[in-house]
């Protein structure tokens, strides 16, 4: 089945601990992207990877960093989170740039 | 980045009426996706309108382009309880806006 899989689902964590939040699709599309969805502002796009190796950023990079090893992985990660990225994050794949995307589940986030 | 413009923000309708929510953008584009999400979940694919095309349908989604207006917008006919959601447009080269949230009411 094709899927986009993003881990953990839900995640409360102190200021200043570094997490990781994976993201990893099972179709062998090349374009993937992070978003975080904040009550009345839509879903903002954090960072995006055309494909292994090219990261680029969104819209809302600060705080966020990513990585692309590999062409099904695309983890988020918030190396000192703060209060203000408390949010739902979704994570998305497609074939490519502007095509259909396919969206994980979500991970809400809470940072105390 | 440019973002996408739903229209309403919010739309209340009773079961079995039509429901019409409308996009504008202000960048060219190939193709215009909408998007449905189901109260904080992910969002799915509903339907693509390439940039040659004036309408589509899928079911009871009628969508339809106006490129020269840089507008769509998005009718879901006979709506049912489950259609309660939100629904975003999407473009090639613009973002997602903050979407329409339409309350169907049994």
């Known amino acids: 089945e094709a899927q986009v899989t993003q881990n953990p689902r839900y995640l409360i964590t102190v200021t200043g601990k570094k997490l990781t939040v994976t993201c990893s699709q099972n179709?062998?599309?090349?374009?993937m992207s992070w978003y975080r969805q904040d009550p009345g502002l839509g879903l903002r796009q954090i960072y995006y990877?055309?494909?292994?190796?090219?990261?680029d950023k969104g819209d809302v990079p600060e705080g966020y960093k990513v990585s692309r090893k590999e062409k099904r992985n695309f983890p988020l990660i918030l190396e000192s989170p703060s209060p203000n990225q408390t949010s739902l994050y979704f994570c998305?794949?497609?074939?490519?740039?502007?095509?259909?995307?396919?969206f994980g589940a979500g991970t809400r986030l809470s940072v105390l | 980045s440019q973002q996408g413009e739903e229209d309403p923000q919010a739309l209340s309708i009773q079961e079995g009426e039509n429901a019409t929510m409308n996009c504008s953008y202000k960048?060219?584009?190939?193709?215009l996706q909408w998007y449905r999400q189901n109260s904080g979940r992910g969002l799915v694919h509903l339907i693509l309108?390439?940039?040659?095309?004036r309408e589509k349908h899928s079911g009871r989604l009628r969508v339809t382009l106006d490129t020269s207006k840089k507008s769509s917008s998005l009718l879901i006919t006979a709506s049912r309880a489950a259609d309660t959601a939100s629904y975003f447009c999407?473009?090639?080269?613009?973002?997602f806006g903050p979407g329409t949230r339409l309350s169907v009411l049994p």
């Open positions: 999407y473009g090639q080269n613009f973002v």
């Open positions: 179709m062998n599309h090349e374009y």
């Open positions: 990877s055309m494909n292994v190796e090219v990261t």
């Open positions: 960048t060219s584009i190939n193709n």
């Open positions: 309108i390439r940039s040659n095309e």
């Open positions: 998305a794949s497609s074939l490519t740039q502007g095509v259909i995307q396919y």
